[in-house]
Every structure is written in structure tokens, then in C-alpha cells.
């Protein structure tokens, strides 16, 4: 974020949790920017808005209790029993899960209910349903070119039906680079990761 992320950006963070991406990238956006960050845990949500008013970044970072996905919908929503936890998903992990019903939104449906003309970064960090986000962003990821900075989970991907093949290829069509650690990753290397990595995609202009 430090090395592309500059005053006046708007930034999408998908996955907020209790708000470290979304402070740093306030921080740099400045009052001339905008940050807006989902976070669906409700119990986490509330702790995402108190950080942000404790960094003073309430002009700035637009917090929303909602979950991105590929449809607006109603869906069921699985809470671990440890307060704070970076794991609550979409998807279901275990039985010791909870379950309650939250709203989705898509990317597309977002943009253009707030009328937003410009998106430089989206930051997706979502446990497994990244996929699903990724297409119900397809006309903005297509119309405006935003750089994305996407957290993978192979096994619940997998456990969602869907493949790194799905995403790579969504992602090459949409005429994406992806970078892992500054190196151009090919669909190989790409779809045979077993385990959690980050990738940078950067939109061919």
C-alpha cells in the first residue's frame, strides 16, 4: 500500500477485520480520498468502526457491515467462538462455527449505487470466496482498472466448488498481470499453490 497508494486515491478493502489495512490506507489517501471497508462480522465491525475513530479517519474510511460476494443477496454467514477471529467466512470451516444471515453486495451493484467514477486499489482478503467476489466485479474491474491486491485460500477455495484455475483465468481475460513476489506468475505456478498466498494484479493499459 506504502509504495502505491498515494493522496486522492479511492480504495475498496474487502475483509477490513479490525481495520489495519484500512488506517494505513487513510493515512496516505489524505481528506482527498476516500476508503471504503467491509467487514461482515458484526461483532468485528463494531471494533473496525472504533479504530477508525480512534485514527480520526471517520471522514475518510466509509465503514459497511456487509459481505462481498457475487450477487446481493441474504446469505449465511459463519462466526468462529473466539472474539476478533480472522476466520469467519462464507464458507463453513467446522461445526463449531456459528451461523447468521448477513447481506452481500457486489463490487458492480456498490459502484454504482455510490455513483463512483474512479477506483485505483481493491484490497481482497476474504477466506475463501475470492472467486465469487472477483466476478461480481467484472464491469468495474473491466471499466475502471483498479489494482488489486488479492489474499488466496486454496483449500476453501476448493471447498467452495471453485479452482485457481477459475480465478487465473478470469483474471487473464480481463487482461490482469499477477505478480507474487515481484515476480510475473504463470498459470502453473498459479494454480498448483496448495497453500494461503498474495498475489498483485496490475491492469494491461
Known amino acids: 500500500f506504502r ?3 498515494v493522496q486522492g486515491m479511492t480504495v475498496i478493502d474487502i475483509g477490513a477485520h479490525l481495520g489495519l489495512m484500512s ?3 487513510g493515512q496516505l489517501v489524505k481528506t482527498s480520498g476516500k476508503v471504503y471497508a467491509f467487514e461482515p462480522a458484526p461483532s468485528t465491525f463494531i471494533t473496525l468502526q472504533q479504530v477508525i475513530h480512534l485514527n480520526n479517519l471517520s ?4 465503514c459497511s457491515n456487509e459481505a462481498v460476494f457475487d450477487k446481493d443477496s441474504t446469505i449465511d454467514f459463519f462466526i468462529n467462538q473466539n472474539e ?5 467466512s462464507l464458507i463453513q470451516r467446522n461445526n463449531k462455527q456459528n451461523s447468521l444471515k448477513i447481506k452481500t453486495v457486489t463490487i458492480d451493484s456498490f459502484i ?4 463512483i467514477e474512479k477506483l485505483n486499489i481493491i484490497k481482497i482478503d476474504a477466506e475463501g470466496v475470492e472467486y465469487r467476489i472477483l466476478k461480481g466485479a467484472k464491469s468495474t474491474l473491466t471499466k475502471l482498472k483498479p489494482m488489486i491486491i488479492l489474499s488466496i485460500h486454496p483449500v476453501l477455495i ?3 466448488n471453485d479452482s485457481l484455475k477459475d480465478i487465473y483465468d478470469f483474471l487473464i481475460g480481463l487482461n490482469y498481470n499477477i505478480y507474487y513476489q515481484n515476480q510475473l506468475l504463470d498459470e502453473n505456478t498459479f494454480c498448483t499453490k496448495e497453500y494461503f498466498f498474495d498475489v498483485h494484479l496490475f ?3
Open 3 to 5: 509504495k502505491n497508494c
Open 23 to 25: 488506517v494505513i490506507t
Open 59 to 62: 471522514h475518510v474510511v466509509e
Open 84 to 88: 476478533g477471529s480472522n476466520a469467519n
Open 112 to 115: 454504482e449505487r455510490k455513483k
Open 158 to 160: 476448493i471447498k467452495n
Open 203 to 205: 491492469p494491461i493499459i
